[in-house]
């Protein structure tokens, strides 16, 4: 907690109703900063996983309806920024930052504005975004250095005004050496963790399974996540044959167990991709990383320095790739030591929630101390 300063309220506000790395970002940084002595509230929809999550975790969560198109939307945040006394919102997707960004620019406490990009999606040049993302905020995260510099550099926004904040692994969680599980056989495992969509590459994931298992018959994949992609790759799957090689596993909460059994994590993902948490979880646990370089990826996946980087959409990439970690030992070493090193200095969990807690006392350095 900022010493000499009040009890600072925290908004969040998230329209999306789905359950991936932004919404999971979420609800561990509010968690994080409670703990830090901040009182940290969440807006989203009631039907929304992150609703859900937050109730079970006791963190004060409100069910908001975000529509653009109805003045209801806006009062009720404004009602809410107000009554709570809200010191600083942080909003996270489109349609919930236009609806409380305004609210917090009419309600009468006036609450400082962090707009937060989670993706690397390229940002329109129109005026509206320059006024969500550039005249209207005080601040604006980003998930990676690379989505900050496009921003700069194409959508020509403020500099000052923008922080690249990753997301932290959370150390104590992702233990090396530490977490218990259970190999069925002794076959290489392969894995990707994450929700299933057409962005995040799975289908040429697939496609290379043919190819390593000219190579390397012992050897299995497993799909971690669930998503709207679900069905297509179950097809997929069975159009290639190679039912016996991969295993969908569908939603799962035991990634530390999950990530621990495996030899080697895939992230196939071809765009939108800030810095991922799987690949931060599986190199805080020695696990090497083959991704692809897309988004911010590059600025911790080094290619054969701390994993792995290949080019998206490419199968054959993924397969040499495969071959190249579970045949080179001394390469595999060499990427899991660097990569370990990397993640403790830059990426933990406390590192991430202790730039946040910086950019607060920024923000709230001219209000009025208690």
């Known amino acids: ?37 901040y009182r940290v509230l969440i807006a989203t929809e009631k039907d929304s996983i992150l609703f859900q999550k937050a109730l079970a975790k006791n963190l004060e969560v409100f ?7 109805n003045p209801l939307s806006f009062l009720k945040i404004k009602s809410l920024i107000e009554k709570e006394k809200v010191d600083i919102l942080n909003t996270h997707s489109s349609k919930d930052s236009w609806i409380a960004t305004i609210a917090a620019k009419i309600a009468y406490n006036k609450p400082k504005i962090i707009r937060t990009r989670h993706l690397s999606t390229p940002i329109s040049k129109s005026y509206a975004s320059k006024i969500i993302y550039d005249l209207i905020p005080d601040a604006v995260i980003t998930t990676g250095e690379i989505i900050k510099e496009r921003m700069v550099k194409i959508n020509k926004f403020d500099p000052t005004k923008i922080i690249s904040i990753p997301t932290g692994v959370d150390l104590n ?4 050496n530490e977490i218990n599980h259970s190999r069925k056989n002794d076959c290489f495992l392969v894995g990707t963790i994450g929700i299933l969509r057409s962005w995040k590459g799975h289908e040429y994931l697939l496609r290379a399974v043919p190819l390593v298992i000219e190579k390397i018959k012992d050897i299995h994949f497993y799909i971690v996540g669930d998503g709207p992609q679900f069905k297509n790759l179950k097809k997929l799957i069975t159009q290639l044959e190679i039912e016996r090689y991969v295993s969908m596993t569908g939603y799962r909460e035991d990634i530390p167990e999950i990530i621990s059994s495996l030899d080697v994590l895939v992230h196939p993902s071809i765009a939108n991709e800030g810095v991922p948490q799987s690949i931060l979880q599986a190199l805080a646990m020695k696990i090497p990383v083959i991704a692809c370089d897309t988004g911010s990826i590059r600025e911790i996946i080094k290619n054969n320095q701390t994993g792995i ?24 070493l060499q990427i899991i030591e660097n990569a370990i090193k990397l993640v403790r200095e830059k990426y933990s969990f406390e590192g991430m929630l202790c730039k946040i807690e910086r950019l ?10 208690n």
């Open 309 to 332: 980087l290949i080019e998206p959409k490419n199968p054959y990439a993924i397969y040499k790739a495969i071959l190249k970690i579970l045949t080179d030992r001394e390469l595999k």
């Open 63 to 69: 069910p908001i309806h975000f529509s653009k198109y």
């Open 1 to 37: 907690m900022l010493k000499g300063y009040k009890k600072l309220t925290i908004l969040h506000t998230e329209s999306s109703k789905g359950w991936g790395g932004q919404e999971i970002r979420i609800l561990q940084e509010a968690l994080g900063m409670r703990d830090r002595g």
């Open 173 to 176: 969680k992702f233990r090396v």
């Open 360 to 369: 607060y006392k920024t923000l709230m350095r001219n209000v009025v101390k």
